[in-house]
């Protein structure tokens, strides 16, 4: 811990008051995007930048597991388009009476509006079969990618740049139409493109499906259920 200029300590390597800011900020105020995208294309040195701040994501035994496949073309978008239609329609019916009502009036994807997608995938074999930090919890690679993803996310809405995630498809058919190897898994398939609003709260907040659980409800401290002396309100 080091003094500041005003004698407060201050950890190594931590940063400016408005830089934290900025941080905070983008944390805060990421949201869903699936209906709101502007038709402009993204700028490739823009798209770059994204891609590098996905791909110094955090992942276990440094195995950078995610590949990503970028979708700009029409063809491509409207075949992932109908596969994505058909798994809503059954999604859809899944709920019933008023809920399926209020799902059906819900804008769940992006894929024809928005100028470029990503599918962001993980290939579970690239660190061999014995990886560090994954012997006793597989999982941890597939962790690693949606790291990948956040960090994307992140620095996408630090450039004003809108991103949806669609997961209502049935996984097969996109490794089909986009020629994904079997032993890959596709953990996310993002919408980017520039945007003309951003929701204050979360779409499904605004529209009264879900709120924001409160924190101090969720947090725990030296087990379970037991409950932690937190400031919710942080400064």
């Known amino acids: 811990m ?11 390597g931590a940063f400016s008051a408005d830089e934290r800011a900025a941080v905070y900020r983008a944390i805060e ?18 798209i770059a930048r994204l891609l590098a701040a996905a791909h110094n994501a955090p992942s276990v035994g440094f195995m950078q597991p995610w590949n990503f496949v970028l979708v700009r073309g029409n063809e491509t978008r409207e075949k992932a388009w ?21 799902y059906r ?18 290939d579970r074999t690239r660190g061999g079969s014995v990886v560090l930090g994954r012997t006793h919890n597989p999982q941890m690679d597939v962790y690693s990618t949606v790291c990948a993803v956040q960090n994307l996310w992140l620095a996408a809405r ?11 498809f049935h996984e097969s ?12 898994e ?29 924190l101090e409800e969720l ?16 400064k």
């Open 158 to 168: 630090a450039e004003g740049v809108g991103v949806g995630w669609v997961s209502i």
């Open 186 to 214: 596709i953990v996310a398939w993002l919408c980017l493109g520039f945007v003309d609003r951003l929701y204050q709260q979360p779409e499904l907040a605004v529209k009264g499906w879900r709120q924001r659980l409160p």
């Open 82 to 102: 109908h596969a994505f239609q058909r798994a809503n329609e059954e999604a859809a019916r899944m709920f019933a009476d008023e809920a399926q009502a209020k």
């Open 29 to 46: 105020t990421r949201r869903d995007v699936r209906d709101e995208f502007l038709p402009e294309p993204l700028p490739e040195p823009l």
């Open 105 to 122: 009036a819900l804008k769940l994807e992006g894929i024809r509006k928005a100028p470029l997608s990503i599918c962001v995938t993980c």
């Open 173 to 184: 058919e996109i490794k089909a139409i986009l020629g994904i190897p079997e032993h890959i």
């Open 2 to 12: 080091l003094p500041d200029p005003n004698g407060c300590l201050v950890a190594a």
């Open 219 to 234: 947090t725990f401290e030296e087990g379970w259920g037991l409950s932690a002396s937190l400031d919710v309100n942080p």
